[in-house]
């Protein structure tokens, strides 16, 4: 079982940027691959961005080029750097690891972008 811990997630104006953080309850070397997805009211959860055990990275068109994700294997951490904000990006973020087959979800944090 692996146990994932949101934090970062809050109000921003539109322009700003925030950082989530993803907390691992398990060597994040583990894992075969680690992301970030998104959903917004009414909306389907969609990808933000992927990294893998080889730090090969994958971003959503959309998120290129503004938002960067990166993980720390001495904490166990996965981050997501998000700059010049949009109220578009208002969404619900969800940390996701995938390992043996098997998929995990954190409970998800609000990310909110004022205009």
């Known amino acids: 079982q692996v146990r994932l811990v949101e934090s970062g997630g809050g109000l921003v104006q539109a322009g700003g940027s925030l950082r989530l953080s993803c907390t691992t309850s398990?060597?994040?070397?583990?894992?075969?691959?680690m992301g970030w997805y998104r959903q917004a009211p009414g909306k389907q959860r969609e990808l933000v961005a992927t990294i893998t055990t080889g730090g090969h990275t994958n971003y959503a068109d959309s998120m290129k080029g503004r938002f960067t994700i990166s993980r720390d294997s001495a904490k166990n951490t996965l981050s997501l750097q998000m700059n010049s904000l949009k109220p578009e990006d208002t969404a619900v973020y969800y940390c996701?690891?995938?390992?043996?087959?098997?998929?995990?979800w954190g409970q998800g944090i609000q990310v909110t972008v004022s205009s």
């Open positions: 398990v060597s994040i070397s583990s894992l075969d691959a």
């Open positions: 996701n690891a995938r390992t043996y087959g098997q998929i995990y």
